[in-house]
Structure formats: C-alpha cells, structure tokens
C-alpha cells in the first residue's frame, strides 16, 4: 500500500509540495507510516476533479445497476482484505478487537445494503391526484417527484469509527450518483488511503471520488467554502461544525452535520444496581472516543456510595494496553498525546 499518494481525478498523487506527515501508533508511538500533506491547491484540485465527473461524465447519469454492481465490487475487496484493514484499524486508530463487529463487519454489510436499495429506490414517484380551486373552477392537479443526486459531496469522517463513518458517508452517495471528495481526520489518513485503494479498484470514471489527506485546516476550509461543492457531510465536533456551516453559507451548500456528544447513565434509585451499574464500565471500551459512550453516571444520593463501590471495582477489572499485543484489551490508547494531555488536565 502506498500510503505517500492519495487519490485525485482516478491518479495516485503526491501532495503538490512533497509533502508528508508521520501517523504514529497512539499505543506505541511507533511510526505507522506516513501521509500527504496537501495544499488547499490540491484540494481545489480535487474538486474540480469532482465537478467535471458530475456535470460532463457518467456517473450522474448511471443506471442503478451499474451504482450497485460498484458498491458490490468495493464490498468485495473489503471482505477479501479485511484482515488486512483490521489491522490497520489496530494499528493507526487503537481499535480494540471488541469494536471489530462494528469497525470491520459493518461497513461491508453498509456497503452491500445500498447496492440492494439502489435497485428498489423510488427514484421518479408519481403523486396522487388530488382536488384544488382553480381559476376556472375545481379541478385535479397530479405532480412528479423527481429524486436526483445532489451533485458534488464535501465529505469529512472522523478518526475513531474511521472505515464506518467514511462507510456511511461513500454508500448512499455512491448510490445516488453524487461525486465526492474526502478529506479524512489528520489522525486517520492511512485507513481512509486504504479505503481508497478499495475504491480504486471499483473500475468508477475518474474523479467520481477522491481522497485528499493533510494536517492543515486550509485544505479543509478550501472544501467546505469552493463553490463548486453542493452538500458538505461532516462527523466531528460542535466548534468544527459551526465553521462548516459559516464557511458554507456563500451559496447555500447543504449541509449535514454529526456533532460530537457524550451520554449519561442516569439511575434511578430503586434499579438493580448489581446488574446495572457495573456496567458503566463499558465507558472504557475504545478509551471511550465513541459519540454514545456513557461518560457520566447519575446516582441517587441515597445509594451514591453503593453505586461508587461497585462502578469503581468493575472499572479496576477492566483490561486495558495494547491492542496489537493483546486481543483480551477492552481499553485501548487515546488516538494522540494531544488528547492525552487534554484529558490529563
């Protein structure tokens, strides 16, 4: 895998400086390999990649089973490699092997389930015909709705589901024809690389999707800002999300957001605190970098040390180190010092 090139207009590109950055292993800090770092020019490059395969090529205008039979190819070279993208997962992102169902497994079926909506979709949808007042008198108004794709995709995935968040964002969009760049998180540019080898590999017209990968918040504002981008897709947090939806308001780009958020376990005081409260330490799985991880604990005053008994004997059973030297690791590392050190103070 060549991890110094990323996908632009169907090529394997260097970033336009020649640049890289190094993307460690957050359980060992050893070096994983190394990512372009691009320029807004090569994202601008990117895009424009994008525009011309949607306004002059094909694939906005291809049939539902030539969209299926791609999402269906790349489903197949991610099960056939899907060994080699657990550990890549183990590696770059710290994902521990009791997140594989949903870091591995699921993306392939994501990917198989659009291929089967495609075929089905209601595309064209003739509407019932229905009675209004007319100027010349009651009369029956029928319509059409029309369902088409949207045009260019702005898509930004986060670092800690890396292979499902880009996964949900690449099959519907792959599925209504859209073309699409992915800027991936600085954090988790190898498995997003990876992802792209698989799509290359999906025999899709050039620039119908591309990768461009960087530590700069340039590239990413040249992105959501270019005019030439119709819907921006992005997971990750409140303070980003609101510079995408400024950033994207020149021209009423469509924009969806999945904002980072944590949950409470709030118990109430006549639960059944054996089978319930120890299992708050389920917070620990992934190092708890997942948007639903129960970060809190709400407990009566009447039962809180109880409840502080057993949360703090289940959290001392939980197994934590190294994901790639131990399978049993239910608590793996923080993707980077940077967090580290933000949750340390």
């Given at each position: 895998?060549?991890?110094?090139?990323?996908?632009?207009d169907?090529?394997?590109?260097?970033?336009?400086?020649?640049?890289?950055?190094?993307?460690?292993?957050?359980?060992?800090?050893?070096?994983?390999?190394?990512?372009?770092?691009?320029?807004?020019?090569?994202?601008?490059?990117?895009?424009g990649?994008?525009?011309?395969?949607?306004?002059?090529?094909?694939?906005?205008?291809?049939?539902?089973?030539?969209?299926?039979?791609a999402?269906?190819?790349?489903?197949?070279?991610?099960?056939?490699?899907?060994?080699?993208?657990?550990?890549?997962?183990?590696?770059?992102?710290?994902?521990?092997?009791?997140?594989h169902?949903?870091?591995?497994?699921?993306?392939?079926?994501?990917?198989?389930?659009?291929?089967?909506?495609?075929?089905?979709?209601?595309?064209?949808?003739?509407?019932?015909?229905?009675?209004?007042?007319?100027p010349?008198?009651?009369?029956?108004?029928?319509?059409?709705?029309y369902?088409?794709?949207?045009?260019?995709?702005?898509?930004?995935?986060?670092?800690?589901?890396?292979?499902?968040?880009?996964?949900?964002?690449?099959?519907?969009a792959?599925?209504?024809?859209?073309?699409?760049v992915?800027k991936?998180?600085?954090?988790?540019?190898?498995?997003?690389?990876?992802?792209?080898?698989?799509?290359?590999?999906?025999?899709?017209?050039?620039?119908?999707?591309?990768?461009?990968?960087?530590?700069?918040?340039?590239?990413?504002?040249?992105?959501?800002?270019?005019?030439?981008?119709?819907?921006?897709?992005?997971?990750?947090?409140?303070a980003?999300?609101?510079?995408?939806?400024?950033?994207?308001?020149?021209?009423?780009?469509?924009?969806f957001?999945?904002?980072?958020?944590?949950?409470?376990?709030?118990?109430?005081?006549?639960?059944?605190?054996?089978?319930?409260?120890?299992g708050?330490a389920?917070?620990?799985?992934?190092?708890?970098?997942?948007?639903?991880?129960?970060?809190?604990?709400?407990?009566?005053?009447?039962?809180?040390?109880?409840?502080?008994?057993?949360?703090?004997?289940?959290?001392a059973?939980?197994?934590?180190?190294d994901?790639?030297t131990?399978?049993?690791?239910?608590?793996?590392?923080?993707?980077?010092?940077?967090?580290?050190d933000?949750?340390l103070g």
């Open positions: 895998m060549a991890t110094d090139r990323m996908l632009i169907g090529d394997w590109v260097s970033a336009s400086n020649g640049a890289t950055y190094a993307v460690p292993n957050p359980a060992t800090e050893e070096l994983v390999g190394r990512a372009p770092d691009a320029t807004a020019d090569d994202m601008r490059r990117a895009i990649a994008a525009r011309r395969a949607f306004d002059d090529g094909p694939w906005s205008r291809s049939s539902r089973d030539d969209r299926a039979r999402l269906l190819r790349i489903a197949d070279a991610m099960e056939r490699r899907k060994e080699e993208m657990r550990q890549l997962l183990i590696a770059e992102a710290g994902a521990t092997w009791v997140t169902p949903m870091q591995v497994d699921s993306p392939i079926e994501h990917l198989r389930h659009w291929a089967d909506i495609v075929r089905s979709y209601d595309f064209e949808e003739m509407l019932p015909a229905r009675a209004s007042q007319g010349l008198g009651p009369q029956m108004n029928c319509g059409v709705v369902r088409q794709p949207v045009g260019v995709c702005a898509m930004i995935p986060t670092w800690n589901f890396p292979v499902y968040v880009t996964v949900q964002k690449l099959g519907p792959l599925a209504t024809g859209c073309t699409m992915f991936p998180s600085p954090w988790g540019p190898l498995i997003n690389l990876f992802i792209a080898e698989l799509v290359a590999e999906a025999d899709l017209p050039p620039g119908v999707v591309n990768f461009v990968t960087g530590q700069g918040n340039d590239i990413a504002e040249a992105l959501v800002s270019d005019p030439r981008v119709d819907k921006v897709s992005f997971t990750g947090s409140v980003t999300g609101r510079k995408i939806i400024q950033a994207s308001a020149s021209n009423l780009k469509r924009v957001l999945e904002l980072g958020g944590k949950s409470a376990m709030i118990v109430c005081d006549d639960a059944d605190f054996a089978s319930i409260v120890p708050g389920m917070v620990c799985v992934h190092a708890g970098q997942g948007c639903a991880m129960q970060t809190r604990m709400l407990l009566p005053r009447s039962r809180y040390d109880e409840g502080v008994a057993m949360i703090t004997e289940a959290m059973g939980v197994p934590y180190g994901p790639g131990d399978d049993g690791v239910l608590m793996g590392p923080v993707i980077s010092a940077r967090q580290r933000r949750i």
